[in-house]
């Protein structure tokens, strides 16, 4: 700034003053005597710095047909097309111009010294946020609570959800404070001059913003960590209480159990299914499906109240293949066993409305087949669907056909009556284990599907009723 001042001292001293009647040629004696009345009485000793005018007038340029035009300050010298000042009260101007300049510098060095000390200001208000962050660092995971304030029930306890930390307001405060004083800042700072060269200043505030916008960053940062951090803690203790409430549930219903004294027993498979009315919409469904299966054996307790035809007991059926097994008594044909759509007629006779047992067995080598009525061998035979696999992930209905994968039911192919201990094993049962199942003297359970409440649903109508076979099924 006072570099500034003296240049612009240095320009005006440099002035040729005004003639009074015709232009003359100036010399340096007037040029010495005009910057001498410019300049207070303690700035004349500058001579002793620059060396008298004669000397510098000897070393510098001359003007064609006039003597040297050079000041007692080093300065830069005016060209030969430098306007003289005009005569009159523009001379006699020149003392109120040095003080409006001297009023100018003073106002430039307030305005810069208000820049270095807001700069300042900015500077210590960084260095407080960067305090703060690091004691809410230190201070969110190590620091115990703070005297006089209850603490945050723990994790896993029934109490209510602590309150929000202290240390998360304080962030979202000095954030909210720092975006402010940025924002004013903004508005404050001068722009950039346009220029190749940015300023000192410019400069500054670059390095101001930069800093700035790391430390927004990393509270920012700092805000979304604790955030995720507290929504984890949440959920957790979320769990917890269900988990906790859960248990305290099944402890209610084991003191209610005991209170009362506990129910009969009821064995899983002790229901059958009831199919009162020939639709298309009366079935039950299992939940489970089949393997890929080589042989099989299905066996099952029914008692038909058709009135002609027995309906559709049971269909299991593929994707690809509607009829990958079905047992089938359609009109007046005889009761079918489909395997991938190849028939095999069966001598049973299910139409006196009593409950039988059923089961059908049959492997993939040669075809062969075996029915049995209550525990006898009614039929057998070969070549029905030889080295076929039966398809897996399949759909098992009872009650109706399947025309499609578990649906577009034909009412005239509906079984109407009642089912029960409906099972399925992965192999062919011997003669002496059919008749075990058939006579009630063994327990055997299907190793693929098992008849079990849990794994039976009915659908359109069709309801479960209590049945236990070898007690109820001979006496109906």
Known sequence: MLAFLGAIICIIASVHPA?????????AADNDSAAAALLPAADKG????????????????????????????????????CPAAAPGPAASAGPEELLALRSAAAQLRRTALEQKERI????????????????????????????????????????????????????????RALQERIDRIEQELPSRPNGSVPTAPALARDALHSKMEQLEEQLLAKILALQKERHAANTDRSQQQHDIEKELNALQNRVAELEHGAPGYNPPDAFKVTIPVQNNYMYARMKKSLPELYAFTI????????????????????????N???????????????????????PLSLKDKAWHHVCVAWTTRDGKWSAYQDGEQRGSGENLASW????PQGVIILGQEQD?????????????????????????????????????????????????DQAVEVFGGASKAAFTACDEGRKA
């Not at 005018?53 to 003597?67: D, H, I, N």
């Not at 990958?324 to 069966?346: H, R």
């Open 324 to 346: 990958e097994i079905v047992l089938l008594e359609w009109g007046s044909n005889p009761l079918e066993l489909l395997i991938n759509d190849k028939v095999a007629q069966l």
């Open 388 to 391: 076929h696999a039966i398809k």
């Open 19 to 27: 003639g009074t009647a015709a232009p003359a040629a100036p010399t």
């Open 46 to 81: 500058l001579g002793a710095l620059h060396g008298p005018a004669e000397a510098l007038a000897s070393a510098g340029p001359r003007l064609t047909g006039s003597t040297p035009l050079f000041s007692r300050f080093v300065c830069t010298p005016l060209s030969a097309e």
């Open 299 to 322: 066996c099952m307790w029914l008692k038909s109240k058709a009135l002609s035809g027995l309906g559709t007991p049971f269909s299991y059926s593929v994707p690809t293949q509607s």
């Open 120 to 175: 300042r200001m900015d500077q210590e208000t960084i260095r407080e946020l960067t305090g703060k962050l690091s004691r809410c660092e230190g201070g969110l995971h190590a620091a115990p609570p703070a005297a006089g304030l209850r603490a945050a029930p723990r994790p896993g306890t029934m109490g209510h959800p602590p309150a929000e930390p202290p240390a998360v307001r304080e962030l979202e405060d000095a954030v």
């Open 404 to 452: 499609t994968l578990g649906g577009r039911f034909d009412a005239t192919q509906a079984f109407v009556g009642e089912l029960a201990h409906f099972a399925v094993w992965d192999h062919m049962l011997a003669p002496a284990e059919i008749l075990a199942l058939a006579n009630c003297t063994s327990h055997l359970q299907g190793n693929v599907i098992q008849w079990d």
